[in-house]
């Protein structure tokens, strides 16, 4: 080998002698002491200086120095059998040396000789070992971002956290230094353990809003790698404002519209409304429980619209709102609202009657498929109290009603009915709306037309030497004679005298009728008739029958006209036979003026007076029972007879058979 040079395989080695050593030159003199490589420096890349004894580093041509045996000696720089370099020792004994040619990637493994002038080596120096490495390190990759605030758990990438401080954990190159950036800013640093596993959590909170996070690896020689792909999440630590309920809103059945809070509904998914919260941000309904039921996302303006998922059982509930911000952090509820949700209908109701109201003190039933002349009656019946009661005449609704605390309703007609045949119907409907089945029909014949005027056949004397038919204008000696004539089929004929009522009787099917008057007094008489039809229609009076009356001796018998039932829900007129709740009606009828009528209660051939008064000027007189005479549970029969001022009694009138009946059903 040429001098200072070693080939293939003449590596430096310790020992030898002053002639040169292992392939040295033929020089005289003392071998020089073996040199040091007291340091290698790191100039290039992130990681500069030294470089350890073993060390790693990314500069392919770092500058080694170390110490001389004599000023002006050559030192050579040997890796492994390569020699990289050469270089003079200075005068104050030290070297410097920077290889021209840059070191391969991998283990190096250095030393130095000094060679004199005379071309003597000597012993190598301590050897100085490191690696090169120029390859960057893998591309780290962030796996999991994770939230340590409740409800914690692994964040989508994208998704909102309300931790200021999360977790990332990943994957990187091992021993590699791992920078963590958001936004592109710095956060803090990490090391990638053996495993190849890092985790990183921030010391500083980060602020609210989109945080994009990247890692930078770099390895022990400085090499920095590709930053990793990005992964953002949005953190979000506002805590939103306790809701309030706008409205909750019933969408279904008859009744709509705002439900008060303890209110009652038929909507079993009724909608609550609000206002005044962050767009994006979720409202939540939960139950008494805890338990959430329905949500919806705050729009644009702050305006929320939520209901339930699922219908709610029947029943009361206790319903709340929550608003959950989209990192989590969730608001005080809001004040209960408390709902009663009924869908049961109420249970099918019926029509107690109809009745004729033309005369409102006197409410008269016209019953199933009666006649009235009435085109606003009144309907009633009986239902749950607070209930309301919608009225159908002919299929078409025209009107509610309330149920009242005793159960009971009535709704009188605003608009009238035409003639002809009418339907009613009726459905109760509950306050939270449901309706129950449609009643059974109740109809009724309006008749508004009146029957044409009757007519008076004939006036028949019955008592005395002459007797028969009398001729109008006669005289005669019958205070109760009997007149007859035609009138409308089936209608009440009543007989008048002058304006005094004295005597009525139904016309038969072919429209004869017969009655015998009251007791008439002595004087001209002119009788008329008038006929009224089933919906109390009343014709035109008849022509007058006019006689006169001349008698003698005891006095005509009284008439009872009606007796009037004055208490409970039905009133009015109780006619023969009839029943009735009031122990103490009215009854009413004729005399002759001045007479003095005793009324009379017959039951089982007992009688007992109850009652008595003096016939008016016109020959009306009035009894009503006091509280001592009211009448007992049963049947009774009314009769009255009238005495003069002499004492002289006439005739019982016919018995007026009522029925007393005060049980309830």
Do not use: C
């Amino acid at each position: 080998a040429a001098a200072g040079a070693f080939s293939k395989g003449d590596r430096p080695t310790s020992g030898g002698d002053n002639g040169g050593g292992d392939g040295g030159g033929g020089g005289n003199g003392e071998r020089p002491k073996a040199p040091s490589v007291d340091g290698v420096v790191d100039n290039v890349g992130s990681v500069t200086g030294p470089i350890a004894n073993g060390g790693v580093t990314d500069d392919r041509r770092p500058v080694f120095s170390g110490k001389g045996d004599t000023p002006g000696n050559r030192i050579e720089l040997w890796d492994g059998d390569k020699k990289i370099g050469e270089t003079v020792v200075k005068e104050d004994g030290t070297w410097e040396l920077q290889p021209t040619s840059p070191l391969d990637n991998g283990p190096h493994d250095i030393v130095a000789v000094e060679v004199d002038k005379n071309g003597n080596k000597s012993d190598p120096s301590d050897r100085f070992e490191f690696v090169v490495d120029t390859i960057a390190p893998n591309q780290p990759t962030i796996e999991s971002i994770y939230d340590n605030v409740e409800p914690m758990g692994d964040i989508e990438p994208g998704g909102a956290t309300n931790d200021n401080r999360p977790t990332l954990s990943g994957r990187g190159e091992p021993g590699a230094r791992l920078e963590v950036f958001a936004n592109g800013e710095k956060i803090g640093e990490t090391t990638v353990d053996a495993d190849g596993n890092w985790t990183f959590r921030p010391e500083q909170p980060l602020a609210d809003g989109p945080q994009e996070f990247t890692t930078v690896a770099t390895d022990a020689a400085g090499n920095v790698g590709l930053p990793s792909d990005p992964v953002t999440v949005i953190v979000d630590t506002y805590v939103p404002e306790k809701p309030v309920v706008g409205d909750v809103t019933d969408n279904v059945g008859d009744i709509t519209g705002p439900i008060d809070n303890g209110g009652g509904t038929d909507d079993d998914r009724p909608t609550f409304t609000g206002g005044g919260q962050r767009p994006g941000d979720t409202v939540t309904i939960v139950d008494e429980n805890g338990n959430p039921i329905g949500s919806a996302i705050v729009d644009d303006d702050g305006n929320w619209t939520v209901q339930p998922e699922e219908p709610l059982d029947d029943g009361n509930h206790r319903l709340e709102l929550i608003v959950t911000t989209p990192g989590g952090n969730t608001s005080q509820p809001s004040d209960p609202w408390d709902l009663i949700v009924d869908t049961e209908p109420p249970a099918q109701p019926t029509i107690g009657d109809v009745w004729d109201n033309t005369d409102p003190s006197n409410l008269v039933p016209i019953g199933e498929d009666g006649s009235t002349k009435d085109t606003t009656p009144v309907i009633g019946g009986v239902g749950e109290p607070g209930n309301t009661i919608i009225v159908i005449v002919d299929g078409e609704e025209v009107g509610t009603a309330i149920v009242g605390d005793d159960g009971r309703w009535t709704y009188e007609l605003e608009q009238p009915l035409t003639e002809g045949e009418h339907k009613f119907e009726v459905i109760e409907r509950d306050p939270a709306g449901n309706r129950s089945e449609t009643s059974e029909p109740v109809t009724v014949i309006v008749d508004t037309t009146p029957p044409d005027a009757p007519r008076i056949g004939e006036v028949i004397d019955n008592v005395g030497d002459q007797t028969g038919p009398l001729n109008p204008g006669d005289v005669t000696d019958d205070a109760n004679p009997t007149v007859r004539g035609v009138a409308e089929p089936h209608s009440l004929v009543t007989l008048y005298d002058g304006d005094r009522v004295v005597g009525s009787a139904y016309a038969d099917a072919n429209g004869d009728w017969v009655i015998t008057t009251d007791t008439l007094l002595n004087g001209s008489h002119s009788l008329t008739v008038k006929a009224t039809d089933a919906a109390g229609n009343v014709s035109e009076p008849s022509d007058p029958f006019d006689f006169s009356l001349v008698t003698g001796g005891t006095p005509g018998a009284p008439s009872i006209v009606n007796v009037f039932d004055n208490v409970g829900d039905v009133t009015g007129n109780v006619e023969k036979d009839g029943v009735t709740d009031d122990t103490r009606p009215t009854i009413k009828g004729t005399a002759q003026p001045g007479m003095l009528v005793r009324l009379y209660d017959v039951v089982d051939g007992v009688e007992v007076e109850v009652g008595s008064a003096y016939a008016n000027e016109d020959g009306w007189w009035e009894i009503r029972p006091d509280e001592a005479h009211a009448l007992s549970e049963g049947m009774h029969n009314l009769k009255a007879t009238s005495e003069d001022a002499a004492g002289n009694v006439s005739p019982a009138t016919g018995l007026y058979p009522i029925e007393v009946d005060t049980t309830a059903p």
